[in-house]
């Protein structure tokens, strides 16, 4: 069911008023998060067993990374942790001041991750000791007084959606390598790989939680001001932009874009699915998600363009030239996360702690699923007929007011809510929960 408060604002709004490839990894030394979750494989892959759960002391909505038989991922607990891909067991963990949202990238024998603390860092791959790092303007969630129309009018209120920070991005020049992210305090940064040091800054009107894409000299990166920006990535200047819409309730970028056959692909709060030219800006063709916000980031295989969306709980496939949709499979909650594609597999979580593997060859009618432990434990109290109902957890409670909406978020965060995006690799899929867990689960062969 969709969040009633965003239903009757839908119906107010507009009833009324009418490197670098990532998981890849051609380029060996460098493993980034957002680039095209595209995975080697071939036939479907259902889910096998759970190899091992890692329990850090915090949500998490950082996405995992595997490299050289090590698993890299972020912890609301402000950690940085580096997992034995194999035993589950900690190799290190690297302390932030706060909570990682960011998720890690691989340069070399070097991670990349930005926590709230108002600091991007860089650590050593293999000891866990700290090589540089960089402040920016400051880490925050976005917010706005009275934010969607809740009660009270004059409180400021975080926006409870706003999962993730900016996850860095590395162009793997051998003289000149350098890691590009974006920030809250409205930035985009360009800094030396290897030391730290600024090399530009470019600004947006507003906070930057999107991740950067790198492709041909350009860098794609959407923000909270509703524009998706191309920047040379030499200059730090504008190439050029594209505006999305800026409705209450409906304006932001935070998904990152994915890029084929020169074009670039992502969606918006607004809420459709672009597809525009990537040397130009100008549109190609969009789709249109019925109102439902699509945060997490799409990825492109076979000329088909996968994306989940919000409250329609739905994993699409849309033909990447045309923006027809091929198929919809329908999970049991928010998909906010991005799929991992293997061959013929869509790899996925939803925000019920539901984890997917659906055969894309057979239009998501074969699939099977894993459940976090979250889910088991609080699944049958909170989960109206095994899907995500925000009225039936409201119950008696004002919708309207901005308490409530905060204390069913918390009560669904429970479930294990999956925000994180999986990685594949060695025959296992690997993501993080928001019951604190990341897990590794094997991979059948069928």
């Known amino acids: ?63 995992p990374i595997v490299n050289d038989g090590i698993v890299y991922i972020g912890s609301e607990d402000g950690n940085l942790y580096a997992i034995n891909e194999k035993t589950g067991k900690t190799n290190w963990k690297f302390k932030t001041g706060g909570a990682v949202h960011s998720s890690p990238a691989v340069f070399k024998n070097t991670v990349f991750v930005g926590s709230f603390d108002g600091y991007y860092y860089a650590v050593d791959a293999k000891t866990g000791q700290l090589k540089w790092k960089f402040k920016t303007g400051g880490e925050k969630w976005s917010g706005e007084v009275g934010f969607l129309g809740l009660k009270p009018a004059d409180k400021y209120m975080e926006d409870l959606w706003d999962f993730f920070l900016s996850s860095p991005v590395i162009n793997p020049d051998k003289q000149n390598p350098t890691v590009f992210f974006g920030s809250s305090d409205g930035n985009v940064y360009a800094l030396n790989a290897n030391t730290g040091e600024l090399k530009w800054k470019f600004s947006a009107k507003e906070s930057i939680h999107s991740s950067p894409v790198l492709y041909k000299n350009t860098l794609y990166i959407g923000s909270w001001d509703a524009n998706l920006y191309a920047i040379d990535i030499t200059t730090g200047k504008e190439r050029w932009k594209f505006e999305t819409t800026t409705k209450v309730g409906f304006k932001g970028i935070l998904s990152s874009v994915v890029v084929a056959n020169d074009m670039v692909y992502f969606g918006a709060r607004d809420p459709f699915l672009f597809a525009l030219n990537a040397e130009t800006g100008k549109l190609v063709w969009k789709y249109d998600a019925a109102y439902s916000w699509i945060l997490g980031s799409a990825v492109v295989s076979n000329n088909v363009v996968y994306v989940g969306t919000s409250d329609t709980y739905a994993l699409l496939g849309i033909d990447a030239k045309t923006g027809k949709e091929l198929f919809k499979f329908k999970g049991n909650g928010y998909l906010y996360g991005s799929p991992a594609i293997a061959g ?103």
């Open 1 to 63: 069911m969709r969040h009633p408060y965003l239903v009757a604002l839908t119906i107010f709004l507009f009833g009324i008023n009418n490197t670098v490839i990532f998981g890849q990894q051609e380029k060996k030394t460098t493993v980034n998060v957002f680039q095209n979750r595209v995975f080697e494989g071939e036939n479907y892959k259902p889910l096998g067993n759970l190899k091992w759960a890692f329990k850090t002391d915090g949500k998490i909505f950082s996405s």
């Open 344 to 446: 013929e597999t869509a790899y996925f979580g939803d925000f019920t702690g539901n984890f997917f593997a659906v055969n894309t060859k057979s239009l998501g009618k074969e699939w099977n699923s894993f459940s976090t432990e979250g889910r088991k434990q609080f699944g049958p109290q909170l989960l109206n007929n095994n899907q995500l109902d925000f009225a039936y957890v409201v119950k008696d409670g004002d919708i309207s007011n901005y308490d409530t909406n905060k204390a069913v978020m918390d009560k669904f965060y429970t479930l294990g809510s999956i925000v994180s995006s999986p990685f594949v690799a060695n025959n296992t899929v690997y993501f993080g929960s928001a019951d604190g867990n990341c897990y590794a689960i094997g991979l059948q062969n069928k």
